[in-house]
């Protein structure tokens, strides 16, 4: 579990060959009944983002030992991204009951946070950072914190809580993640860059290297970005050749900075394994990217379907509306995701404003 946590932090994919072969071993030492490994084995197929398996080996732990929180939390976090909400919300209500500690209360958080509710979310997850008692706790609800706050459209108070969370932990990329984005919602570009810069430093996740390419690209900086995107194809090419399924990241990547039809194939492939609100909204954005709108409509649909306030997602949603020469619905989705964040995306953004304006001064 400590690899599993490991590679998580660093993005390294040679610590889950690690963790896999710790946990068979305890495995083939513990055949029977061994829950603890069971888990473990259902966090690394999570974590590897393949959530049948991890969901097999969480009904496996939660059979050998129904009372294990830890169980019926990697439970939880494989129906939601299998899309079977309910189940997941049933899994993280046995989980709290069993015990409401500080991983129990940030998966609680996160149902709220799916179904649109924001200020329920950011009350559990205030409860899980009080409960922590390890660093890595601590930092969790810290970054989620300040996420929930830019979401909202508060980058005041999301840069109070990357802040907090640094003093801690100065080298946790996730927070340094969260206070880059920050730092970009309130104007102070070159303390974001630094910011992203150094979370890529100690983890080149996708989502940071796009993160970063996309503020250096609103800015006019197009030879830094494309660094930026180069090291994304990299990765790409290697998640290719290991037959992963693609995530959404790179999803979105591919659609707005690649090739349209080739995100479609991929959003194609990741849908069918991993149904999840944000895989529907990757699929909406390259399906209407390839010009495919209407069958984009229909997944934009589904990415809102729970309630879920994403700016990015209704100014998805809105793109395909205008596409389809709805420009009332446009309008509704675009002032929904100025008013959930008015700073959502360095480039969506700025678009949100000018492809309404331009919609009012037409009518």
């Known amino acids: 579990m ?26 083939e030492l513990q055949p029977a009944d061994n829950y603890q490994a069971q888990t473990g084995m259902g966090a690394l197929q999570a974590a590897r983002h393949d959530f049948t398996s991890a969901l097999n080996w969480a009904k496996k732990a939660t059979a050998s030992n129904p ?17 079977q909400y309910e189940a997941s919300f049933r899994a993280v209500q046995r989980m709290t009951d069993l015990r409401p500690d500080a991983a129990s209360l940030a998966r609680a958080s996160y149902t709220w946070e799916l179904r649109g509710e924001t200020a329920r979310a950011r009350e559990l997850m205030t ?5 922590a008692s390890a660093t890595a706790d601590t930092s969790f609800a810290h970054t989620h914190l300040a996420l929930l706050a830019l979401e909202t459209g508060d980058p ?14 100065p080298r946790d990329s996730a927070l340094l993640e969260a206070r880059a984005r920050a730092h970009a919602a309130s104007g102070n570009m070159r303390q974001a860059v630094d910011d992203y810069t150094a979370a890529i430093a100690i983890a080149p996740l996708p989502h940071y290297l796009l993160g970063l390419g996309e503020l250096q690209q609103s800015q006019g900086r197009r030879e830094q970005a494309e660094a930026q995107y180069e090291l994304l194809r990299a990765q790409e090419r290697l998640r290719a050749a290991s037959g ?3 995530d959404v990241d790179a999803i979105l990547f591919e659609a707005d900075h690649g090739r349209p039809l080739r995100a479609v194939a991929m959003a194609e492939a990741a849908c069918r394994t991993r149904p999840f609100i944000a895989v529907h909204d990757a699929y909406a954005w390259a399906l209407h990217k390839a010009g495919r709108h209407a069958q984009a409509l229909a997944h934009a649909n589904q990415s809102l379907a729970l309630g879920t306030r994403s700016a990015l997602f209704h100014y998805h949603r809105a793109k395909i509306h205008q596409a389809l020469g709805d420009t009332n619905a446009a309008n509704r989705d675009l002032k929904r995701a100025l008013t959930i964040d008015p700073h959502f995306h360095p ?3 700025p678009d949100a404003h000018t492809t309404l304006r331009r919609n009012d001064a037409t009518r």
Do not use: F, I, M, N
């Not at 400590?2 to 495995?27: E, F, G, M, N, W």
């Open 244 to 246: 992963a399924p693609a």
């Open 347 to 349: 480039l969506h953004a």
């Open 156 to 169: 005041t108070t999301a840069l109070r809580e990357a802040e907090t969370g640094l003093r801690a932990a």
């Open 127 to 131: 409860r899980s950072l009080k409960a």
């Open 2 to 27: 400590a690899y599993v946590q490991q590679a998580r932090a660093t993005a390294d994919p040679a610590t889950y060959a690690r963790a896999q072969s710790a946990l068979q071993k305890s495995l």
């Open 67 to 83: 009372s294990s929180p830890a169980a019926h939390g990697v439970l939880a976090d494989a129906y939601t991204q299998l899309g």
